[in-house]
């Protein structure tokens, strides 16, 4: 017997730094049967479990390390973070109290008799009630015997205040008259003469304003996926025995029937029942164009009505709806983590106790070199107060973050961060052709008519007898005559001729469509003249299908249908190959059918003739030949293809099976897309490894500085709240991140 599995998402409250998302993520995973990744990012830990472990459990563990968990809650957009709002007040209070200190500290003309002990009570609030976040974290990670990048701040700030008190109290830096100017670089002096006030007041004004820019930037990074939740209906006006009854959307069933109306949105996917519209749906898929909808089309939840009255049955509610999955999906991404992401919590796990023993390496070594205590002092605190990891754990989350939240804007849906490395790599990209390329819809493309004769007649007598036909092709035709015509003339006496034809009486006139073959039942007289030879003829060599209209013993004209190449398509095909993958067309049809699209679109590769089964091994061949391949297709007999190559991109138009088995969903359902879609994501790893390298960088750089004496605290303080605020607006930047598509929006 399996175990049950189960999965929770959960809200993680207390955390300041990387160091405290790799320390709850540790302590979760040691629950046997558990599987934990904590972001520090979006704040949020995503849980799988086999077992009996339930989400009491796992908060449990989480309040036992020293921080708040619970499952997700829905909250109103305006609503203010009580935390966030008690943060505001600390940055006030400690700017309105530090910026003093700092000025009296820096500016020796402002150093009036007692200056000193004025800065002493402007610091004690700041260095107590303000900072007090970071002494609190550092107090619960000694009870739980870790440290983290708060112990660095608080013992670093604390150290500064206690050393300035005990200077000012039993040294002579309390005696009226004492004055010190500020400099950069640090010298060596008498340690009971020197006070270091600004540096206790200025490092926590400055982390606390890195840290308030810190949260509400993450708050815009996230806003892209709040949005994408709150674009839901909140109730629906259902019909029942004829009468509309207004209800929320959570009493809504499949199979109900419910009203939509102009400028209303569409409570939740369905299928239209009664009425014709156009319906706005580019806050899901970035389209700009409304698209016109009428009964029997499919309709997503969330969109919006924007022409006639429509009745709409459900097909799919609540958690089952495309907007629901597409909300899931990016959440999932956000959560994840890259390869690159994990080394850097694995490095933040290590780093705040090699920073401890850096900083008292560096003590030791200037005492014993005779710097003095006050040097050495200046020198600790601030390798103490320059080394924060937080930037290189903010990273790849905030990169993910607002790269999959702009993602989702534009209808691109990245199911997780390994996707950004798949998508660097990969040279060939494999295209199905129908639903791909193609509309996957039979259109009609021309109607000529024999001399003579009137290309509408042909067009309304042909579409009245095909009506009464289901095949493909008679759809095709029907359609084209009810947006040219309206209502169509009725048929009498129709017959299908099997697997070649249609015929029945329309406005007194026996009319005959289908093959040649089928016409010959009717004898018809020199079945084609000249001009509708040449027309049938180069519909057959352009793999279109062609097919004949009689009456009255003469052809009177040809139709000619197929299977239309999405607009975007070539152009598509071109931004592909800028970006360096190479296409290759896939498809089940016949050679000539697929060099015929493949020219039109501009594809030099064609694998035509394959079977659904057969798909998978056209990847592996192309893998085998040292290709990185990426997949695009939307049916079920994509799946299995989409899952075997290294990118699996599935349209959002297509079935579940493709969805589930892709690494990247196209809710717009064109190729165009695709090209976002790999641009987004390269963008999103570029803008990672940006992050990363500068974190990196900086860490590298200012801690030999700091030890060698060449770096104030102050400054260090807030060269490290920069270093977290840094990383953020950088990955900010993907916000401005444009579609290729001329029709998209954003």
């Known amino acids: 017997m399996s175990e049950q599995l189960a999965s929770y998402d959960l809200e993680i409250g207390g955390m300041t730094c990387a160091s405290c998302a790799a320390r709850i993520e540790k302590r979760l995973n040691r629950i046997d049967g558990v599987t934990a990744s904590v ?5 949020k830990a995503h849980v799988e479990v086999a077992g009996d472990v339930v989400a009491d459990d796992l908060i449990s563990e989480v309040v036992r390390t020293g921080y708040t968990a619970a499952l997700p809650r829905e909250t109103g957009s305006g609503e203010a973070d009580p935390g966030d709002v008690l943060l505001r007040r600390r940055l006030i209070a400690a700017v309105v ?68 008190l005990y200077a000012l109290v039993f040294g ?29 007041a200025g490092v926590t004004m400055f982390l606390l304003l890195g840290r308030f820019l810190e949260q509400r930037s993450k708050r815009t990074a996230g806003a892209a996926l709040r949005a994408l939740g709150e674009l839901g209906a909140k109730d629906v006006a259902v019909l029942r025995d004829g009468v509309e009854q207004r209800m929320p959307l959570a009493r809504l069933v499949v199979g109900d029937v419910f009203v939509v109306r102009p400028g209303e949105k569409i409570a939740t996917d369905g299928i239209v029942s009664e009425g014709s519209s156009a319906v706005d749906a580019s806050m ?64 933040s796990a290590v780093f705040v106790p090699i920073v401890f023993a850096i900083a008292a390496g560096t003590l030791i070594v200037w005492l014993l070199s005779g710097g003095g205590a006050s040097a050495s002092f200046t020198a600790a605190v601030a390798v103490l107060i320059i080394a924060c990891p937080c930037a290189l754990g903010l990273a790849t989350p905030m990169a993910l973050v607002v790269g999959t939240g702009r993602g989702a804007q534009l209808g691109v849906l990245i199911k997780g961060p390994e996707v950004l490395e798949s998508t660097r790599r990969v040279d060939t990209i494999v295209l199905d052709k129908t639903g791909t390329v193609t509309s996957g819809r039979m259109t009609l493309r021309d109607v000529v008519a024999a001399d003579g004769e009137y290309e509408a007649r042909v067009l309304r007598l042909a579409a009245a007898v095909e009506d009464a036909s289901e095949h493909p092709v008679a759809a095709a035709v029907v359609r084209a005559a009810v947006e040219r015509f309206g209502d169509l003339p009725s048929v009498s006496e129709f017959r299908s001729i099997q697997g070649r034809g249609v015929e029945g009486f329309v406005d007194g006139v026996r009319v005959t469509v ?63 190959r800028a970006l360096g993958l190479e296409p290759v067309l896939l498809t089940g049809d016949n050679q000539r059918a697929a060099e015929a699209v493949a020219a039109e679109v501009g594809i030099r590769t064609v694998r035509a003739g394959v079977l659904p089964e057969q798909k998978v091994a056209e990847v592996a061949a192309l893998q085998q030949q040292g290709r990185v391949v990426a997949m695009v297709g939307d049916g079920v007999n994509d799946a299995a293809a989409l899952a075997a190559s290294d990118l699996g991109i599935a349209m959002g138009t297509g079935t579940d099976a493709a969805i589930e088995a892709a690494d990247l969903t196209l809710v717009r359902g064109d190729l165009g897309g695709a090209v976002d879609a790999i641009r987004l994501a390269r963008r999103t790893l570029a803008i990672i490894r940006g992050n990363l390298f500068w974190a990196l960088a900086y860490n590298v750089a200012a801690i030999p500085l700091a030890a060698l004496g060449l770096l104030n605290p102050m400054l260090a303080g807030a060269a490290m709240a920069f270093s977290s605020v840094f990383v953020v607006l950088n990955s900010l930047r993907l916000r401005r991140f444009r579609s290729a598509a001329p029709h998209a929006i954003g």
């Open 284 to 347: 899901l898929t970035g389209e700009s164009v409304p698209v016109e909808v009428r009964q029997g089309d499919s309709v997503t939840g969330a969109t919006v009505n924007v022409g006639g009255r429509l009745l709409v049955t459900a097909t799919r509610v609540g958690a089952d709806t495309q907007l629901a999955r597409m909300t899931r999906l990016v959440e999932q991404a956000q959560s994840g983590k890259a390869e690159a992401q994990r080394l850097a919590d694995r490095l």
């Open 97 to 164: 109290l530090a910026v003093p200190v700092i000025a009296m500290a820096m500016v020796e003309a402002l150093q009036f008799p007692g200056w000193q002990w004025a800065s002493l009570v402007l610091a004690l609030p700041v260095v107590t009630w303000a900072a007090w976040p970071f002494h609190r974290a550092a107090v619960l990670n000694a009870r739980h015997r870790t440290v983290t990048m708060d112990t660095l701040i608080s013992v670093g700030v604390s150290a500064a205040f206690l050393w300035s």
């Open 514 to 576: 289908g093959r040649p073959s089928a016409l010959a039942d009717g004898a018809v007289e020199s079945p084609l003249d000249g001009r509708l030879l040449e027309a049938f003829a180069a519909a057959e060599d352009r793999a279109h299908t062609a097919v004949l209209v009689a009456w009255g013993e003469r052809v009177r004209g040809v139709l000619v249908v197929s299977d239309v190449v999405k607009p975007d398509a070539r152009t598509a095909i071109a931004g592909l």
């Open 39 to 43: 972001n520090y990012a979006t704040e």
């Open 172 to 200: 002579t830096a309390g005696m009226r008259g004492m004055t010190h100017p500020f400099r950069f670089t640090i010298e060596r002096g008498d340690g009971l003469g020197t006070i270091y006030l600004e540096v206790a």
